[in-house]
Nanobody, 123 residues
Framework: QLQFVESGGGLVQPGGSLRLSCAAS????????VGWFRQAPGKEREGLSC????????GYADSVKGRFTISRDNAKNTVYLEMNNLKPEDTGVYYC????????????????WGQGTQVTVSS
């Protein structure tokens, strides 16, 4: 069974930190680039970060650069998003997705999506 399951969301105060995980089963994560996305209430889905298949090349949206870090452990078939200095505007549902490519190319499309995990930043 092919699955891509996020975990680690929750409620955190502004300035706090969370670590999201996305675990793949039924396919080899190391064959794919993986991205993290966020959908805030009433807004379109936003791409936050991407890691190419080996993890040596990563990219970030300006909104999270310097605060979020993407990493992956291909041996564990898992990708992570470390989020620091969280702000209320970071609130939303966070998704991971595997690209149909080893590189972070939106033109390639997506092979697998996770179900999403809620992150709420509020005092």
């Amino acid at each position: 069974q092919l699955q891509f399951v996020e975990s680690g969301g929750g409620l955190v105060q502004p300035g706090g930190s969370l670590r999201l995980s996305c675990a793949a089963s039924g396919f080899t994560l190391g064959s794919y680039a993986v991205g993290w996305f966020r959908q805030a209430p009433g807004k379109e889905r936003e791409g936050l970060s991407c890691s190419e298949n080996s993890g040596t090349s990563t990219g970030y949206a300006d909104s999270v650069k310097g605060r979020f870090t993407i990493s992956r452990d291909n041996a564990k078939n898992t990708v992570y998003l470390e989020m620091n200095n969280l702000k209320p505007e970071d609130t939303g549902v966070y998704y991971c997705a595997a690209y149909k490519s080893m590189w972070c190319s939106t033109h390639a499309g997506y092979a697998y999506w996770g179900q999403g995990t809620q992150v709420t930043v509020s005092s």
